[in-house]
């Protein structure tokens, strides 16, 4: 069939939607939600056999849902109703949720239903929840509304509902004086990602994201005890809270201590090395070790907001990864979060800075610096087990290990010129090649659609792609295989052999240098794509138009079907 995307953005589900049903051989094409004329003439170029509306913000016209059959995937329950579904449900402490599949009509998400599925209700943040159990849930029901549509014998049914209004900052409303924990981390999980909680700081405004509960720190309810690293200690009625994140009036969403820096007086409470605390606490970097198949298996696990690598965080992990590597371990797996892996340098405190040539130019070598310790690293071997999504350099810096394991469902975007035409670094000249061959290095660097983990393990580009269920179980079984092999010294001693070889046919140092001269241009040559680029990932400015790449229906060279 042809289907026709019609969404507010290319976000994580609708990516994922995308590479399902391309897949199974659905002819599709994109737009972007602009205006109902644009939309008009999407459907009037494309002609779609049935148009998927994976995240919307506003209605779809009725010029176009009464002559085209509509889905609207609602993240919500059957009869649920409303723009703030998945808030509602966090902040209520819903012990179950769903996504629904439901045909647009007059009334908003009131349509008949064509398929619904369902999942138990994590207390998580917003923004994992959508990545994870949301999409899961949306891929099943859309894939089972799809059949049903292409079926033809499917009646749609109706579900009685009621509306829930949209979720506004009165109801999020804080008072860290005489609300407990639980109650604060639910809010702000549920506002996560999108809109944050309105809150003061410091006597200023400002919206609060990313919090993780503390076990032991205590103080007056609403003071501010204790920073570590970029996050913020503050009491709560009943103990306290770790912000990560904050964005103040007018400003943008940063890490804590960047946006207030004032917040630097506060004592810091550092945590004792990178072994992964015992009690709940905000710790972005933790190491633990497994015994797995009989042998000590090191896991080195960031949970860096975003996927999003600051400067200061790359140097952080490659601390912990050189200290890791001191270790009596067989083997070290770089783990990163079950929401992403990495998605290469950090945008936002880059925007931010006095100079952002300067920043992106510190970040770029921070991340460099962490690519050379994994490929460096002669005492063990190295595996990237990606239980969450990838993009641009974290696609690059993961294939810096001497294995890849990527969990089925994730999706990565390993390019760069999206964000205004970025040659991209993380030693990807040395790294890609000899995988995929020249043409598929500039096939992959060319491309600027997602690539299902399948896909890349299909090319060659990684190495494996295990089940969803049970993926952590699984990659620590295979690890502590490869760490009891039989010829395990000979597989470490033939890794330092070839990249001793390949060092003496071209120096990694040549690599890198190749690369950051073009991404010096880049930063700061005449073309300001990066920067422009840049600013208007970070603002989040509105779309004004579909990219050619994915309104397939645009082309210079698109026939109209009959």
Same mark, same amino acid.
């Given at each position: =069939?042809?289907?026709?995307?019609?969404?507010?953005?290319?976000?994580?589900?609708?990516? &994922?939607?995308?590479?399902?049903?391309?897949?199974?051989?659905?002819?599709?094409?994109?737009?972007? %939600?602009?205006?109902?004329?644009?939309?008009?003439?999407?459907?009037?170029?494309?002609?779609?056999?049935?148009?998927?509306?994976?995240?919307? $913000?506003?209605?779809? !016209?009725?010029?176009?849902?009464?002559?085209?059959?509509?889905?609207?995937?609602?993240?919500?329950?059957?009869?649920?109703?409303?723009?703030?579904?998945?808030?509602?449900?966090?902040?209520? *402490?819903?012990?179950?949720?769903? @996504?629904? #599949?439901?045909?647009?009509?007059?009334? =908003?998400?009131?349509?008949?239903?064509?398929?619904?599925?369902?999942?138990?209700?994590?207390?998580?943040?917003?923004?994992?929840?959508?990545?994870?159990?949301?999409?899961?849930?949306?891929?099943?029901?859309?894939?089972?509304? @799809?059949?049903?549509?292409?079926?033809?014998?499917?009646?749609?049914?109706? @579900?009685?509902?009621? *509306?829930?209004?949209? =979720?506004?900052?009165?109801?999020?409303?804080?008072?860290?004086?005489? =609300?407990?924990?639980?109650?604060?981390?639910?809010?702000?999980?549920?506002?996560?990602?999108?809109?944050?909680?309105?809150?003061?700081?410091?006597?200023?405004?400002?919206?609060?994201?990313?919090?993780?509960?503390?076990?032991?720190?205590?103080?007056?309810?609403?003071?501010?005890?204790?920073?570590?690293? +970029?996050?913020?200690?503050?009491?709560?009625?009943?103990?306290?809270?770790?912000?990560?994140?904050?964005?103040?009036?007018?400003?943008?969403?940063?890490?804590?201590?960047?946006?207030?820096?004032?917040?630097?007086?506060?004592?810091?409470?550092?945590?004792?090395?990178?072994?992964?605390?015992?009690?709940?606490?905000?710790?972005?970097?933790?190491?633990?070790?497994?015994?797995?198949?009989?042998?000590?298996?090191?896991?080195?696990?960031?949970?860096?907001?975003?996927?999003?690598?600051?400067?200061?965080?790359?140097?952080?992990?490659?601390?912990?990864?050189?200290?890791?590597?001191?270790?009596?371990?067989?083997?070290?797996?770089?783990?990163?979060?079950?929401?992403?892996?990495?998605?290469?340098?950090?945008?936002?405190?880059?925007?931010?800075?006095?100079?952002?040539?300067?920043?992106?130019?510190?970040?770029?070598?921070?991340?460099? %610096?962490?690519?050379?310790?994994?490929?460096?690293?002669?005492?063990?071997?190295?595996?990237?087990?990606?239980?969450?999504?990838?993009?641009?350099?974290?696609?690059?810096?993961?294939?810096?290990?001497?294995? #890849?394991?990527?969990?089925?469902? #994730?999706?990565?975007?390993?390019?760069?010129?999206?964000?205004?035409?970025?040659?991209?670094?993380?030693?990807?000249?040395?790294?890609?090649?000899?995988?995929?061959?020249?043409?598929?290095?500039?096939?992959?660097?060319? +491309?600027?659609?997602?690539?299902?983990?399948?896909?890349? @393990?299909?090319?060659?580009?990684?190495?494996?792609?295990?089940?969803?269920?049970?993926?952590?179980?699984? #990659?620590?079984?295979?690890?502590?295989?490869?760490?009891?092999?039989?010829?395990?010294?000979?597989?470490?001693?033939? $890794?330092?052999? $070839?990249?001793?070889?390949?060092?003496?046919?071209?120096?990694?140092?040549?690599?890198?240098?190749?690369?950051?001269?073009?991404?010096?241009?880049?930063?700061?040559?005449?073309?300001?794509?990066? +920067?422009?680029?840049?600013?208007?990932?970070?603002?989040?400015?509105?779309?004004?138009?579909? !990219? &050619?790449?994915?309104?397939?229906?645009?082309?210079?060279?698109?026939?109209?079907?009959?």
């Amino acid at each position: =069939m042809r289907i026709l995307f019609l969404t507010h953005s290319f976000n994580s589900l609708a990516q &994922r939607l995308f590479c399902e049903l391309a897949a199974r051989g659905h002819q599709l094409s994109i737009e972007f %939600d602009i205006a109902d004329s644009v939309s008009e003439e999407a459907v009037a170029l494309f002609k779609p056999d049935l148009l998927l509306a994976p995240f919307l $913000k506003r209605a779809i !016209p009725e010029t176009i849902w009464r002559t085209t059959p509509c889905f609207i995937v609602h993240p919500g329950i059957e009869g649920d109703r409303g723009p703030s579904a998945l808030d509602w449900a966090i902040q209520s *402490e819903r012990a179950e949720w769903g @996504v629904t #599949v439901l045909q647009a009509e007059a009334e =908003m998400d009131a349509g008949p239903v064509w398929a619904s599925a369902s999942f138990p209700l994590r207390a998580a943040k917003k923004s994992s929840l959508y990545r994870n159990e949301v999409t899961e849930a949306a891929v099943q029901a859309v894939l089972l509304a @799809v059949e049903r549509f292409a079926g033809g014998a499917f009646v749609p049914y109706r @579900v009685a509902g009621a *509306e829930q209004p949209l =979720m506004r900052q009165a109801d999020r409303a804080l008072d860290w004086t005489s =609300m407990s924990s639980a109650e604060i981390l639910a809010r702000i999980n549920a506002a996560d990602g999108f809109p944050g909680v309105a809150d003061q700081w410091f006597a200023t405004p400002c919206h609060v994201f990313d919090a993780w509960p503390e076990a032991q720190l205590r103080g007056a309810p609403g003071s501010l005890l204790a920073r570590r690293e +970029h996050a913020i200690c503050r009491a709560t009625a009943d103990g306290a809270l770790w912000i990560g994140h904050l964005k103040r009036a007018g400003g943008i969403k940063l890490p804590a201590t960047q946006a207030f820096p004032e917040a630097l007086a506060l004592p810091e409470q550092p945590l004792a090395g990178w072994w992964q605390a015992d009690s709940p606490t905000w710790q972005d970097i933790a190491y633990r070790e497994e015994n797995c198949n009989g042998r000590s298996v090191g896991f080195l696990d960031w949970n860096f907001y975003n996927g999003a690598m600051s400067t200061a965080q790359c140097r952080r992990l490659t601390a912990a990864l050189r200290w890791a590597t001191t270790r009596p371990t067989q083997v070290i797996v770089l783990g990163g979060s079950s929401d992403f892996w990495s998605n290469g340098i950090h945008l936002n405190t880059i925007e931010a800075a006095a100079s952002p040539a300067d920043e992106s130019w510190a970040n770029i070598n921070a991340i460099d %610096d962490l690519a050379e310790a994994i490929l460096s690293c002669s005492t063990q071997l190295t595996v990237a087990a990606l239980a969450g999504n990838a993009g641009a350099g974290g696609c690059f810096l993961a294939r810096a290990c001497d294995r #890849v394991w990527v969990r089925d469902g #994730v999706l990565l975007n390993p390019h760069y010129k999206n964000m205004g035409n970025l040659f991209g670094s993380e030693f990807w000249t040395y790294l890609l090649p000899p995988r995929v061959g020249a043409d598929g290095a500039a096939a992959i660097m060319r +491309h600027r659609l997602p690539m299902p983990a399948a896909e890349a @393990v299909a090319c060659g580009f990684y190495d494996a792609c295990l089940p969803h269920a049970g993926f952590a179980e699984e #990659v620590a079984r295979r690890a502590g295989e490869l760490a009891a092999s039989p010829d395990f010294h000979g597989q470490l001693a033939a $890794k330092v052999e $070839k990249r001793a070889a390949d060092e003496a046919a071209k120096p990694l140092a040549a690599y890198r240098a190749e690369e950051l001269a073009e991404m010096q241009r880049n930063f700061y040559g005449f073309d300001p794509s990066y +920067h422009v680029a840049r600013y208007h990932f970070v603002a989040k400015s509105p779309h004004s138009w579909t !990219p &050619r790449h994915l309104a397939r229906h645009r082309d210079l060279d698109w026939i109209v079907p009959a």
